[in-house]
């Protein structure tokens, strides 16, 4: 993971995801799957869209995939702080390369998919003008709507939002707007139950977190959806990277603005917006913006973990943290950071971001990582921000991969469940997950070294590119005696069969 900044002073948005499928043997195109979608990396429970589309990469370019490929591309150069690996900038390469030329699936009576990414340069895109207008949206802006509505009449326009946001709209944006609608309460929980908002930030935990904008245009209805609010920063300035697809087809086949409203789709979990005076919250929205800036000036100030072995503290680690471009803290801002494995009770407090160097924490080799939690809180406010942040970790002992590794695979069966994940078994290893939870044995299902369901993984594995087996031949060597070649989690049986392949394995694949 490597973390970005957006280049125009907003914030960093889109949600896609890009995997690559390569054939076994490396005989044929590899296949690419795209997931565009609103919703983050988190456990809320927010109404969200997702678009997947399948794909084959090779042939022709695709133009219609160039504002993507322009993104991915960009992605190593918006590195703040510690630059991306090489072998990030390897693949997202690659990845770029494939998705140039790759060649969709459209989904049923869908004619034509395109893409569109805001925040890159100085242009804009925003959904084209139509004879209706249908936004879904949990933030917005009077500029942008009012922006985005302007050829339209209010009868063929239609708002859906979260409450306490268009509550603070201009009342003559809101006139712009023939129905205006919200998330019914019902709907918003399973069994329209309270649950508690964990939220520490602006987006929220549950309710609308959607984004979508619906437009007619002659017989043809567009549908675009993907990361960008209808805000200012989105879609009319342009300082927030996002990422959109639209796909179009014919209004008979996908249905106007208000069939979308009716009560036998959307509209059974929807009532009408019944404006009201909403809680002063300046403060709380400022604080908010100082928070982002005082993390955007974290992630540049380029931390760094250097690992100090005092054998004398029984073995453990000194996690020492110190800043190479040393910032500015605002006074009335508290910070807290802390390892993240371990959690918050083993960080420190923090007045300033400085370059002297200082004890971060105390740990086990296996609980090291480069990441680091962050909180920031608005003194005067209340208002806090949480999140993780990533750091160049130098001086790290050789042995840390195999103190990991030990750590989690403490016996044998174990051992065989890492390697059914390593050969691919995903569903093999489901249930014998499932089987343990339940008090059950590894054992029975995935046997021993000998029993033909992991020979047989394990000859398609050499049959293919060797990938997998190159991986269990790093993971023997790490839980191996170097000195005897032994393992005390390993079965004598696995070794002897590993023994085997080692012989027929080819030497490139070994040594690489």
Request: net charge negative.
């Amino acid at each position: 993971m490597t973390e970005v900044t957006a280049p125009r002073g907003g914030a960093f948005h889109p949600k896609l995801w890009l995997l690559r499928f390569t054939p076994f043997g490396g005989h044929g195109q590899p296949r690419l799957r795209l997931a565009l979608l609103s919703r983050n990396l988190t456990t809320d429970t927010s109404w969200d869209l997702s678009l997947s589309l399948d794909g084959v990469a090779g042939g022709s370019d695709v133009a219609a995939n160039a504002p993507l490929v322009a993104l991915v591309r960009a992605l190593p150069d918006l590195a703040s702080g510690r630059a991306a690996p090489g072998r990030v900038v390897d693949m997202v390469t690659s990845l770029a390369n494939d998705l140039t030329s790759a060649q969709w699936d459209k989904p049923e009576q869908i004619r034509s998919i395109s893409f569109a990414v805001n925040g890159l340069t100085e242009q804009v895109w925003r959904p084209r003008v139509g004879s209706t207008l249908g936004i879904v949206s949990p933030f917005m802006t009077d500029s942008a709507l009012t922006a985005l509505v302007a050829r339209i009449s209010p009868d063929n326009a239609c708002l859906l939002g979260r409450g306490e946001e268009m509550a603070l709209l201009k009342p003559e944006t809101l006139a712009r707007f023939g129905k205006k609608y919200v998330l019914d309460e019902m709907a918003e929980t399973e069994d329209g139950e309270e649950t508690e908002d964990t939220g520490t930030g602006p987006v929220p935990a549950r309710g609308l977190h959607a984004k979508a904008f619906i437009t007619e245009r002659y017989s043809n209805t567009e549908i675009t959806m993907g990361s960008g609010n209808a805000t200012a920063p989105a879609l009319i300035g342009g300082e927030n990277v996002e990422v959109f697809a639209t796909l179009s087809g014919r209004t008979s086949d996908l249905g106007t603005v208000e069939e979308q409203m009716t009560p036998d789709r959307l509209g059974r979990y929807l009532r009408e917006f019944v404006p009201f005076t909403p809680e002063d919250i300046s403060a709380e929205v400022e604080a908010d913006r100082r928070l982002d800036e005082t993390r955007r000036r974290l992630a540049e100030a380029d931390p760094v973990l250097r690992c100090k072995d005092d054998p004398a503290d029984e073995g453990r680690i000194h996690l020492l943290l110190e800043f190479r471009k040393p910032t500015q803290l605002p006074h009335d801002i508290a910070l807290r950071i802390w390892p993240l494995v371990p959690g918050r009770e083993h960080g420190i407090n923090l007045t300033e971001i400085d370059s002297g160097e200082r004890l971060l924490a105390r740990l086990a080799l296996k609980d090291v990582t480069r990441w680091i939690g962050v909180q920031l809180h608005d003194n005067a406010t209340g208002v806090r921000q949480e999140f993780t942040l990533g750091t160049e970790l130098i001086d790290l002992p050789d042995t840390r991969t195999a103190e990991i590794l030990r750590s989690i695979i403490e016996d044998r069966d174990k051992f065989l469940r890492y390697i059914r994940l390593l050969l691919g078994d995903v569903s093999e290893a489901a249930k014998a997950l499932f089987a343990a939870g339940q008090g059950g044995s590894f054992s029975g299902m995935f046997g021993s070294g000998q029993e033909s369901p992991i020979l047989e993984d394990m000859v398609r594995a050499l049959s293919g590119d060797g990938r997998q087996l190159r991986d269990i031949e790093r993971l023997v060597t790490r839980l191996s005696d170097p000195d005897t070649g032994k393992s005390d989690v390993i079965p004598e049986e696995f070794l002897d069969l590993w023994a085997t392949f080692q012989q027929v394995l080819p030497k490139e694949r070994r040594n690489d």
